[in-house]
């Protein structure tokens, strides 16, 4: 049991402070027990009651949560409200029925602009006097600067400096902005921070050491005098072992402990027996959590001097400098990961807001790519030129989606799948996708270019692209990522692929799609169809690379005459579908549309429909 200090600071300015034996619970007031309005209530055969809130505000619940210390002199704060969340006014908040540990003071909000601050009220006796700890919490490994220049200096708090200090702290932070910037693609930076700290504290030994569930994993060890290479150390056959002791009250406290045998006292462990000073500072992850320690150590004759609290500081700092080392690397993993899916813009948008892959309904182009005569191709290449085929032009086409700021959703066999418009909003995404077709068969001239000799047949690629709202986000497992799109405006894109051949045409794009983009692109209207599986109607314009008098001259004609054929004026149809093929008898959507057209004048249907049903997927 030990006494607290509880400051409440109100909304209105006021304040009150009052010094309690633990346990305590806090709570509103509960008139049925004779209760204050404020301030603590001994009469409580759980402890004593402190009340922060009259009985009126009901905001605050009756029986909100618990303080207590525990053997460590640490405060432990317990939620017992079943429903409501408690939150410190720095950290996450603290679930309902859990449980958090703090070290040295804590500030809680009970309800708007109303505060309750717990802290000890007098210094905790520690079992053992030859350990001290820096007063100040440890930097944040997210806002260590990763700049080069003088941000460190800046960040880092006040390490009370003296006479003569100012120099030495610049050159102890000279050495250890190196750390700062160095590369994470490998893990030199671990050694890196072990080398530092050797040179800062004068340590003859530093260790980095990360922990795993109940296991750890040493990343890096450097002695004294093997800092300039690889050379073996005579150090290594004199040092102590390293003392869990002292590890385990950094995991438990979350600050840097110092460790000397000058101070007074017993020694603690039997990991210490040999130790003469050690200095154990916290690695941190982005939630707090110690999840390693930067451990030195001396114990020879030369280096036997007191820490210094600068020494311990930098030593703790270049502790956090491997933390945002490790957050970094994280940060490239997450990075590389989401680089299969998204353009390097819009990966790095999404390590920075991952609910961004949050599942939602948004707007979006879907775009479905398909190579033509995929199984005439893979057979005369065989399939160790077949891979490389697909390889080469699966590279082109994601290179154009990746251009455009679009998302590569799969591969399928010969078929790619893309789309706009999420996970970042992108009110364009009709534009974007028809920018990406129309560069994607550019990219296939090159393609056609590289593999002339070896491929005999004309290298194609059909593109069916339809917009319109989707349900878009991570559909993939625990185990693996998987960014999906789900909806009717999917299965539609699927099927204007499928109907490319059909029609004769390269790329086909549904009137959700075209309507959004203007005059931007070289597009006719080809038909009005129903597909297998569709409920709805679909208008569908085919989307060309370039124009010419001669296609505008084709596309006037074009839909002129299927105007004819929709209001069964079969005959202006033929008419005009006959100038089309004089000038360019190879359209096929003409030789199509010609066909109905004669078909209907030959042998009228007595239920007519202008929408043309395609059978196929």
């Excluded at 790519?369 to 057979?379: A, E, H, L, M, T």
């Excluded at 066909?595 to 030959?602: C, I, K, N, P």
């Amino acid at each position: 049991m030990m006494s607290l200090k509880f400051e409440l600071f109100r909304a209105d300015g006021t304040s009150d402070v009052w010094t309690i034996a633990t346990p305590v619970h806090v709570g509103r007031q509960d008139p049925s027990c004779s209760e204050p309005a404020s301030g603590p209530f001994e009469q409580n055969p759980r402890g004593h009651r402190l009340i922060v809130a009259a009985a009126i505000n009901r905001d605050v619940p009756r029986y909100f949560f618990s303080v207590d210390d525990d053997d460590e002199g640490g405060i432990v704060v317990r939620n017992q409200h079943p429903q409501c969340e408690l939150v410190p006014t720095l950290g996450g908040p603290i679930s309902c029925n859990g449980s958090r540990r703090f070290v040295g003071s804590v500030e809680l909000m009970i309800r708007e602009r109303t505060t309750l601050r717990i802290s000890n009220s007098q210094p905790t006796s520690d079992s053992s006097q030859l350990y001290r700890t820096l007063n100040s919490q440890p930097l944040d490994p997210m806002t260590i600067s990763m700049q080069i220049g003088d941000d460190l200096a800046t960040h880092a708090p006040d390490l009370g400096q003296g006479p003569g200090q100012g120099q030495e702290i610049v050159h102890l932070l000279q050495q250890v902005l190196p750390v700062i910037r160095e590369s994470v693609t490998t893990d030199s930076f671990f050694r890196a921070a072990a080398f530092a700290a050797v040179r800062i504290a004068k340590l003859n030994r530093c260790i980095v050491r990360l922990f795993h569930g109940g296991e750890f994993d040493d990343r890096a060890e450097v002695f004294e005098d093997s800092t300039s290479g690889e050379a073996m150390s005579r150090l290594r056959q004199s040092a102590p072992e390293v003392s869990d002791t002292m590890i385990n009250r950094v995991r438990k406290r979350g600050l840097t402990q110092i460790f000397d045998t000058a101070s007074p006292g017993a020694l603690e462990g039997a990991s210490l027996a040999n130790l003469s000073q050690a200095v154990a500072a916290p690695i941190l992850d982005k939630d707090r959590r110690v999840v390693g320690v930067l451990y030195g150590d001396r114990w020879t004759d030369l280096s036997m001097r007191p820490f210094s609290d600068i020494e311990a500081k930098l030593v703790e700092i270049l502790a956090g400098a491997v933390a945002a080392g490790m957050a970094r690397q994280s940060e490239e993993r997450q990075r590389s990961s989401m680089q299969v899916y998204f353009s390097d813009r819009v990966a790095k948008y999404i390590v920075d807001n991952e609910s961004l892959l949050d599942a939602k309904e948004t707007d979006v182009s879907v775009m479905f790519c398909d190579v033509r005569k995929f199984s005439s191709i893979s057979k005369s290449l065989g399939p160790t030129g077949t891979v490389s085929f697909m390889q080469d032009v699966f590279t082109v086409l994601s290179e154009c989606v990746e251009r455009t700021d679009g998302v590569l959703i799969n591969y399928i066999g010969d078929e790619l799948i893309a789309m706009w418009g999420a996970p970042d909003s992108q009110p364009d995404h009709a534009f974007r996708s028809l920018s990406t077709a129309v560069s994607m068969f550019a990219g296939i001239e090159e393609i056609r270019d590289r593999w002339k000799d070896k491929v005999c047949e004309p290298i194609r690629i059909g593109i069916g692209v339809n917009s319109g709202t989707a349900a878009v986000g991570n559909t993939g497992s625990r185990i693996k990522f998987q960014y999906g799109v789900f909806g009717n405006v999917v299965n539609v894109a699927s099927r204007l692929q499928s109907a490319t051949k059909q029609f004769g045409v390269d790329c086909l794009v549904s009137s959700n799609t075209a309507g959004q983009t203007g005059d931007n692109f070289h597009t006719r209207n080809l038909a009005t169809i129903s597909v297998v599986g569709i409920p709805e109607d679909i208008i569908v314009h085919q989307l060309v690379t370039e124009s010419s008098d001669n296609w505008q001259r084709l596309r006037s004609l074009y839909e002129a005459a299927l105007d004819d054929y929709q209001a069964m004026r079969f005959a202006d149809a033929i008419q005009k579908l006959g100038q089309v093929l004089r000038n360019d008898p190879s359209d096929e959507p003409s030789m199509r549309l010609l066909g109905l057209s004669v078909e209907q004048l030959r042998h009228p249907s007595e239920n007519f429909s202008p929408v043309d049903s395609l059978t196929q997927k």
